[in-house]
Structures are given as C-alpha cells and as structure tokens.
C-alpha cells in the first residue's frame, strides 16, 4: 500500500481552480506537521506550503501567497492545497510529505500532475 497519495490534478486554463488531496495510511498523520511541493519540467522539487499537525499554522511560498490554502483533515488522514486563480508557471507535478518546518522527511509518495494553460 502506497503512502501519501496526492490527487486532484488536471489541465485547466489560467485563472481556474483546482483542489488538490492527499491522504495518507499513516497512523501518525496527526501529530505531523504536512506540506506540498511541487516539481516543474527540468527544474528541482519546491516548497509550496506547509500546514501544522493542529492546523493552526501555515506557511507559504511567496509565490502562491493569497492564490494557495493549504488545510488538513486530521479524522480523514488528508492535507488539501485550494489553487485559485491558477498561472501557467504553477504547472508541475504536486506532492504531499510530512515535514519539520519546511524540510520534508520520509517517503514522497505518488504525485498529481497540474497543467495550466494560458
């Protein structure tokens, strides 16, 4: 069984939406704290944002600041990542991974891909 699975990807035009899950086997997703990152073509994997295991706190990358919102769901073992008004250079594969501050650690699991046209 594969951990972190992320879903919710897709080809959508710029300014759309999309809502990305990721759920998780794991019995300690509620005591981690959780981020997405994201990898485009020919480039390295990225910080998007993080989440605290509460949901108290979040934190983003100055990129997707007031576009992204990053949620969790600690009684579905889920993280979300709400995408508004969607740009062409948000076009990558998404991941989900546990995280300590905004360095992931363990397994990535499988990715969703997000295209976003102009």
């Known amino acids: 069984q594969v951990d972190l699975v992320a879903s919710g990807g897709g080809l959508v035009q710029a300014g759309d939406s999309l809502r990305l899950s990721c759920a998780t086997s794991?019995?300690?997703?509620?005591?981690?704290?959780m981020g997405w990152f994201r990898q485009a073509p020919g480039k390295e994997r990225a910080f998007v944002a993080v989440?605290?295991?509460?949901?108290?706190?979040?934190t983003y990358a100055d990129s997707v600041k007031g576009r992204f919102t990053i949620s969790r769901d600690n009684a579905k073992n889920t993280v979300y990542l709400q995408m508004n008004n969607l740009k062409p250079e948000d076009t990558a594969v998404y991941y989900c991974?546990?995280?300590?501050?905004?360095?992931?650690?363990?397994?990535w699991g499988q990715g969703t891909q997000v295209t976003v046209s102009s």
């Open positions: 794991g019995r300690t997703f509620s005591r981690n704290a």
């Open positions: 991974a546990r995280v300590v501050a905004t360095t992931p650690f363990g397994s």
């Open positions: 989440i605290s295991w509460s949901g108290d706190s979040t």
